[in-house]
């Protein structure tokens, strides 16, 4: 039996991966513009968040979505930690506004405009990360959905950058980076129950965590259970199911800066 469950909260691992941002343009080839290695900002996590070197700040985009081979693209595609956008808007364009892939963070939208695009305003696809959009932005009159996330889930791969930790193994740690993903596993052949529980909480009391149940698998249907309630086990039950197949429940989100699992 297997169960994965990944664990975000707003405090993020420090991260030097390299950043693209590419903007395509219906008159050129795509230009290539490399942002550098992502930095973190500080904040009340102590590793602080990733936040990427490049800036789109006070671009007009229109009329965009044709790439190198005249197929048709998003006017900005970027991978991996997004640039930081402000004042930016892109109209018109031939499919999306903009798509970002594994952004891994936080993507913010501030003063931008998305707006009568063939595509969605803004397409992002992740297992990690949230979309924030300020009030002074405007995602309107896209011929599919202004705003797009595409949660896929994975079964977790140990060779990735992900930090992997036993379910019922540790102790809880008010230090930890999020985000995380935990595993809990049994041998078909121990007839030992195994009945773990753990408290996942972060110092800043502003903070929320949210919960995916990303990969599961059981020689058995509902052969274990899964119950999550918010700060400890005598809160409100956030949502309790047994384990199945082939099946992704729900996410969910604590109201507070801690989550009991078990």
């Not at 230009?31 to 009340?44: N, V």
């Not at 048709?72 to 903009?98: C, D, W, Y």
């Amino acid at each position: 039996m297997s169960n994965s469950i990944r664990v975000n909260s707003s405090t993020k691992k420090p991260s030097t991966i390299p950043q693209i941002c590419i903007l395509t343009s219906a008159w050129t080839a795509t230009p290539t513009m490399p942002c550098g290695a992502a930095q973190t900002t500080g904040g009340a996590s102590p590793s602080g968040r990733r936040v990427s070197k490049c800036v789109l700040s006070y671009v007009d985009i229109k009329y965009a979505g044709m790439g190198p081979q005249r197929e048709v693209v998003s006017a900005i595609m970027t991978r991996k930690v997004p640039p930081r956008l402000r004042h930016v808007a892109v109209t018109q364009s031939a499919f999306n506004g903009i798509n970002m892939t594994l952004p891994g963070t936080f993507v913010r939208l501030e003063n931008t405009v998305l707006k009568e695009n063939a595509g969605h305003g803004l397409y992002v696809n992740t297992s990690t990360g949230s979309v924030q959009v300020d009030r002074h932005s405007e995602v309107t009159h896209n011929q599919a959905d202004g705003i797009k996330y595409n949660f896929h889930h994975r079964e977790p791969d140990k060779s990735a950058s992900d930090t992997f930790q036993d379910f019922c193994a540790g102790a809880s740690n008010l230090n930890q980076a999020y985000p995380i993903v935990i595993i809990a596993t049994q041998d078909k052949y121990s007839f030992k129950e195994l009945d773990c529980e753990k408290v996942f909480m972060t110092r800043g009391s502003e903070f929320t965590f949210t919960v995916h149940f990303s990969y599961m698998q059981a020689e058995e249907e509902k052969a274990a259970m899964v119950e999550v309630r918010d700060r400890n086990k005598y809160g409100k039950v956030l949502t309790k199911f047994d384990l199945k197949n082939n099946t992704f429940p729900p996410s969910v989100v604590s109201r507070g800066n801690s989550i009991w699992i078990k």
